[in-house]
């Protein structure tokens, strides 16, 4: 089954080829860096216009690239949450369109779950069941237990910022480039985690649960003074170091002690990492130390951040469990909960 997959969910206009959930063909991602750097973050009414504008040319690249007609597509997949609404509804109707011109069914997918699908794309021999799934992206950042695909249980989530968004937060914060994430953690390779005791907030009565404001609220305090209204502080080089190092070890320890908590109550030896903040290699050594006879399934490099292979990927699975495809009626959705068994 060919399956050809969308992704529009936030500020990567993506589109694959993949045969039956695996093989992939072509992964197209059209990023948007160079239009959100000046903001340091993503602009929601600047991200749609330019979807828009690639939508189409990056199809007709993966479609090239993939060597195939669109006669010869079986199946359209496409996220349909969560993400910006504007984003989501580009994608959404880009694929009910060519479902409704081909006669070809369509699917929506839950981003989030594409995310740790990707790392089974990357190690397909390597993955047992029941596994614990852990998302560390801009967007999200969530503990799922993995029955199967298709079959989960969500069992703890971030209350306010996701991690990913709490490094590019912190990287604004020192005038560092969009996006944060890889800044920081360059930076941290030169600076003192000890330096400065910052701590990530604990969620009282939800143990799995993570809270990453009050973490970046004392990075803010630390550079800017008390209250966070100082404009006298001088940072030197090393002072920056020092804070993004130590910013990336609270941030990462309470990642690594929450995901082992979870992993050690239910008994669980494998896990499986999806999202942007995975390739973080300072997280991988602060897991691999821990717990070094765990089973880590990372995903490669092109599949960690937002892209449509992983949505094709898991659409095939999708659509082989529901039996059919989705009604033109489904509706883009800015929060979603994780699917179980159709």
């Keep these: 089954m060919l399956v050809l997959g969308i992704e529009s969910t936030c500020d990567e206009t993506a589109c694959a ?18 239009l959100h750097d000046e903001y340091g973050g993503v602009v929601p009414e600047l991200a749609c216009r330019r979807h828009i ?6 199809i007709e ?3 090239e690239q993939a060597k195939i007609s669109l006669d010869d597509i079986d199946l359209i997949a496409v996220a349909h949450g969560p993400g910006l609404i504007g984003a989501l509804l580009i994608g959404l109707n880009t694929a009910k369109a060519l479902s409704f011109a081909l006669q070809k069914p369509f699917i929506g997918v839950n981003h989030v779950e594409a995310h740790l699908y990707a790392a089974l794309m990357s190690n397909p021999q390597t993955v047992e069941f029941p596994c614990l799934g852990v998302v560390l992206s801009g967007g999200h950042t969530a503990l799922v237990l993995i029955n199967q695909i298709g079959e989960y249980e969500l069992i703890g989530q971030t209350v306010d910022d996701a991690v990913g ?4 937060k912190v990287a604004k914060m020192l005038d560092l480039p969009y ?3 890889p800044q920081i953690e360059q930076l941290a390779r030169l600076g003192n985690p000890q330096r400065h005791s910052f701590k990530a907030g604990q969620v009282k ?7 990453f404001s009050g973490l970046k609220t004392a990075v803010l305090y630390t550079i800017r003074g008390p209250k966070g209204q100082g404009s006298d502080i001088v940072l030197t080089d090393a002072d920056k170091t020092d804070i993004a190092a130590s910013f990336q070890q609270a941030a990462l320890e309470d990642i690594v002690k929450k995901t082992l908590s979870a992993a050690n109550r239910h008994g669980i030896k494998t896990l499986l990492f999806g ?13 691999q130390v821990a717990a070094p006879s765990f089973n880590y399934c990372w995903p490669s490099a092109g599949l960690s951040l937002d892209n449509a292979a992983m949505i094709a990927g898991l659409g095939y699975h999708r659509y082989r469990l529901q039996g059919k495809g989705d009604e033109m009626e489904l509706e883009p959705l800015v929060r979603i909960p994780f699917h179980s068994k159709p």
Excluded: C, K, W, Y
């Design 53 to 58: 504008d690639l939508m189409i040319p990056v």
């Design 179 to 181: 996006p944060g994430g």
């Design 205 to 211: 009565g939800h143990p799995l649960d993570f809270s």
């Design 17 to 34: 080829i993949v045969r039956d959930g695996q093989d992939i063909l072509a992964n197209v991602v059209a990023s948007q860096i160079d």
């Design 61 to 63: 690249q993966a479609r």
């Design 275 to 287: 999202g942007g903040v995975t390739n973080n290699q300072h997280l991988r050594h602060l897991f």
């Design 165 to 168: 968004e709490a490094f590019d």
